[in-house]
């Protein structure tokens, strides 16, 4: 007999298979009854995806706008910024190459009315020239930025006006003179200083500065011009910052363009963006495990009729297309939907924060960068749905015979195949994001730790409930808890989606409560609460008995010199090599010859405020060498005490020399000591110490600090020093760190909403995973109240299994936060005090209550249902 | 010449070619160090529109012989040929085509695919061959098993015996050379059984199909040409192929 040829498995084998009529024709008729619950799966995916693309369409637009308005974001060509005045000559030999020169004069300062008691810390910029030249500065009333150059008076912002208790048109003293009050600032004066922020600013005239008699007493002052560059196009800009850049060189002066505040810009945005990126790639992920979870449940409910369409002919690569279809579907829907809501979210985001931007931002985002961030979740969560149609080739054609077959073989080389594909996917989607290909790989590594550490939390709960379950113990809890292990359980599924979101947001608000103790001034009596800066040497008797006649004493007092390094190693700074710039940083970084790693730039360049003491202050440790030096080398080094990260930076050891610029003089110091510093304590802490006897002659001012009793306000304080030194600032630390922590928290408020985002991608998982399992409720009720079980009994053993599944998953989400804030209280915030109770109570109680109430919602329907009809449809 | 006309016209009919042939069949499950041989030394062909019923006790075999036959699981030792078609020789999806082309099924349980209407049901063996244009061909079907009007009706919605003449309606709707029938009367009270099994054998005869059939019921045995007795997972006793 000739044996016929082989038959052919059709056309329609592996990829073709997804294009078969047939394939989406069976998709949808095997879809068409699962529709709610493929849309809760889809809304899932949307939401992970539409976190990921709105995050990533912000950061885009707004690095977009600080491109297209870094000129506006500087206000001028080039910036030239000095700690000390700048040399008028080099200024004015400029003048050909510009068409315009401004000026600004910045400090801190006391400013309180003239009557009344009120007084606040400001910076004070006092400006001369057209400042700035391409933007305009809203002001109420309008127009008067224009002639601030005309006529003596100020400029603030209009929250300093409700502050002090004053009106425009009130007087304010400033140092030695009263100054009216024309209006308020709305927006647009670009920032000079990296402090703008911190305290309300207060624009005048230049012209009105030497008047005020602060400008010579303070200590820290930034002279700053503006230049507007007469070049035709940009590469006539470029060259002429490039020629002003090496007049400069070596002057301490530092030179901001429209390109280098974009970068510094940029990169605090792409900081920001990336830890917001975490909560989004994880929301994404819950959409993918959401995909995951749904194909797996359906495809385990299909195994029956899979086995039918194996034996009337149908090959794998169909049967897997069919269900790849749907992925496709639910995957591509959650993406395009999700792409629509990130859209709007983006569009709101930018509309209702268009008054707090510095700069105009696009309402509607780049295509581009909408479509990347689309396929990228696209593709995350398809690979998330492949993973549960490997079952299909699992599939025996047998079933339909045999419901006792023996389980098919795992591939686990599929399997781990699949699950590098995955990785790589979310390593490819954490890239999107803006990483450096190491700092994806180890953000993907370290979501997919939180996951695996979640999944093993999950199943080491569920083998311990099956441990502990003893049959002495009551029916219906034993029912409700066997629940959790037995085959068909959804508790994986559960405490990934809730415990995620568990997870992360008591993470965040562990992360938020570490960073906030530490800007709370401790109780001990020794750490101070306000600092008077700028204290004369002929004024440190006066300051004294003013703070004596507040009935206070200060806690510490200590003089302050300035200086700059000169040489390191005999090595002159104007002589070490710049070293190419870190992660697209402005702060570049330069190398001595020789040197195996970069030095920061501002450690070679910045002005140090030293002191000289021969006593180690409690918050000092000596690491090296000793200090105070035995005696003064009469001829040699002076010997001088640094701080361990100076002397990292610098790689300095004992013994080392450097050579100060001590205000003009050059000092030639040798490294006698080294020494931790806790600069967490709010105490006058130094990089630089110089011992007594050495800098006494030299220009100097002094700091004085102390310590309010409890309830005692600076105002009253501050007023008189208002009145009898004005060139003393009292700063409060406590208001200033009220300030910052408020920062803080508003910062935190958008961690928390991201958090939020992940815990909503979740919300519908959990909803999924209470769904699957209501079907095999529903059959269990129908038996058990066939067999005589009440309708209240049904309900208890429910009651049981949820609120059990919704502990396991709070158990399982604490656990492993209280295991990251371990690691963030030892490593980033070292600090001892034990996690709060509160938020603990809560991650335990409330994923129960939810999943208590979300699960008798989904199964109000169970004991209502005829026991023969559902029976019968189990059939 | 004439001597060897004369020699043709006394010849034997020649014997067709089974449509299935079974040769030394045998089966076994290893569990850890233990094997358990639920098939073996079977021998058998089964000839085009020939009736045979496999019976026995339950735990025979019967069922693990049909599931071989068919292509649905893979031998320990020994061949299948089906339709020509050395199994062996054939991937899984080489097989399911074979299926699909020459293999009707008949299931105790009737499965039906419960997403699919009856129609829908009925219509899958077509598509899966690519016909497009099957839909009144499936509709005749269902008259002709007596549902013409319960075709939009899912599963769920109807009772065993109608489930049941949908399989049937699906099997016959591509002809098949063979149909393979596990226990079809299992799950049907004696009245259905009995219009069912009438509709079985008239479906078989109109198309030709050769028709196996696993069964506990004597009666339904009686009404097949040939009978193998099963036990232990060998062949007892077999009546012989009613064709030659």
Redesign the interface.
Known sequence: MNTPTPPSPGKHSGVGAFFCRWTWAMAWRDARSQHKRFALYTLSVAIGIGALVAIHCLKASVHSAIGAQSKLLLGADLMLSSRRPLDEETIRSLAPKTRAIAAETAFSSMIGPVTGTRTRLVQVRAIRGGFPFRASVETVPPGLWSRLDEQPGMLVEAALLADLGVQVGDRLKLGAIELPVLGTVLKGVPRSSRFSGLTPEVFMREADLAATGLQGARSLVFYHRFLELNARNEAARLEITEEIRKRFAGNAVQIQTPESRRETLAEGLDKAAEFLGICALSALMLGGIGVAGAMHTHIRSRIQSLAILLCLGCSTPLAFGIYGIQTLVLAGTGALLGALGGVLTHALLVTLLAHQLPLSVAALPEAGVVFGAMTGGFLLCCGFGILPLLRISQCSPLATLSERLPEGRRSYTATGILALSLFALVWLVASLNGSRPTRALALSGGISLVFGCLAITALSLMRGARLVLRPAWPYLFRQGVSNLFRPHNQTLLFVLSLGLGVFLLLTTWFSKSLLLQKLQIDDQSITPSVILMDVQPDQTDLVRSIVAAQGLRPLEEAPIVTMRIESVRGVPVSALEPAAEEGGSAQGARVPRGSPKSIPRWVLEREYRSTYRNTVHTTETVLAGSWPPPALPTDGPIPISVEERFSQDLRLGVGDELVFDVQGIPMRCAVSCIRRVDWRKLNLNFIIVFPAGVLEQAPHSHLVSLRLPEGKTSGELQRSLLEAAPNVSAVDLSSLLATVSDVLQKAARVVELMAGFTLAAGLPILLGALWNGRDQRVRESALLRTLGASEKQIRAILVYEYATLGLIAGIAGTVLALGARFALAQWVFHSTQAPEFAPLVYSLTLPTLAALLAGLALSRGVCRQSPLLVLRQGR | MHQIVAMAEHAPAPRP?PVLQVSDLAKS?TDGARTLTVLSQVELSVFPGETCAITGPSGSGK?TL??LC?G??EPSAGSVTL????LE??????R??????S?G?V?Q?F??????TAL?NVL??L????Q?DGRSDAQTLLDKVGLGGRGSHYP?QLSGGEQQRVALA?AFVRPPKILFA?EPTGNLDAETSERLVDMLFALNRENGTALVLVTHDPSLAARAGRIIRMHSGRIVSDTGSSLV
């Open positions: 070619s499950y069922t049909l599931g068919a649905l699981d339709d020509g078609h050395p020789s054939l991937s899984q999806n080489q399911a085509a074979l299926r699909g082309r293999v099924f299931f349980n499965q039906l695919i419960p997403t699919l829908e899958v063996p598509e899966l061959q690519g497009t769920h699906r596990d």
